[in-house]
């Protein structure tokens, strides 16, 4: 069964610490991987992108990760702002064509504190 | 930039009234999406549609229906409403049927049923 799994559930930081979330997942064939950022009433926006081939791909502030082989990402978030303070979307896609069918993570719930 | 605009931020309703959440897109995207999203559950697909008059159901499409008559417009209709029906509801949508196309999202509907 495809599944994309995030821990922690909620993480809670002071301002100016770095943080990193993390995604497992067990989606089979793998296309794409994404993390989306989601802001309280708002909907979901597109922080990164990773292929297969890629590991590592840096949006400002943000870094993500990804190791194909063992199936896990990360995303990185270095000097966290007050900004920060959102839930964090692990998004795998497991076909090429598929019409853009996306697995979704459960999210992160990150709270950054002054 | 991207637009995806909902008609209704909330939205409250009484069990068996009939429901239409409206999206529209700015940008002649191919494919549209609706979503809904519930604490601990995350994002689950209800019903995508590549172009316009097609649709196809996605993961929970039990108990709604979709519309689409005009490309930039993609419709999900509640035909009887019920409490378990209360939930944030998210309209997507994509450029194409390609998997590597970002999924642009709308700020989201909270339908509460009561």
């Known amino acids: 069964k495809n599944q994309v799994e995030q821990s922690p559930q909620s993480l809670i930081i002071l301002e100016g610490k770095n943080c990193t979330l993390q995604?497992?997942?067990?989606?089979?064939?793998?296309?794409?991987l994404r993390w989306y950022k989601q802001d309280t009433g708002r909907g979901p926006v597109s922080l990164t992108i990773m292929t297969f081939s890629e590991n590592t791909k840096s949006n400002g502030r943000y870094t993500a990760t990804l190791d194909a082989d063992t199936k896990q990402s990360s995303l990185h978030i270095t000097a966290s702002q007050l900004s920060d303070s959102a839930s964090y979307i692990c998004v795998v896609s497991s076909n090429y064509n598929q019409g853009g069918k996306l697995i979704f993570g459960q999210g992160t719930e990150l709270s950054v504190k002054p | 930039d991207v637009k995806v605009t909902q008609s209704s931020r909330y939205l409250v309703k009484r069990t068996g009234e009939k429901v239409f959440l409206e999206c529209v897109q700015d940008?002649?995207?191919?494919?549209m999406f609706w979503y809904r999203q519930d604490p601990g559950l995350g994002l689950r697909l209800i019903y995508f549609?590549?172009?316009?008059?097609?649709?196809e159901k996605g993961d929970i499409p039990e108990g709604y229906s979709v519309s689409r008559e005009k490309k930039e417009r993609f419709s999900l209709i509640l035909e009887s409403a019920s409490t378990n029906q209360t939930s944030m509801y998210l309209c997507?949508?994509?450029?194409?049927?390609?998997?590597?196309?970002?999924?642009?999202f709308g700020p989201g509907t909270r339908l509460t049923v009561l």
């Open positions: 940008m002649d995207h191919e494919n």
């Open positions: 997507a949508s994509s450029l194409s049927r390609s998997s590597y196309n970002e999924q642009f």
């Open positions: 995604c497992n997942y067990t989606v089979s064939p793998f296309s794409n």
């Open positions: 549609s590549y172009d316009v008059k097609m649709k």
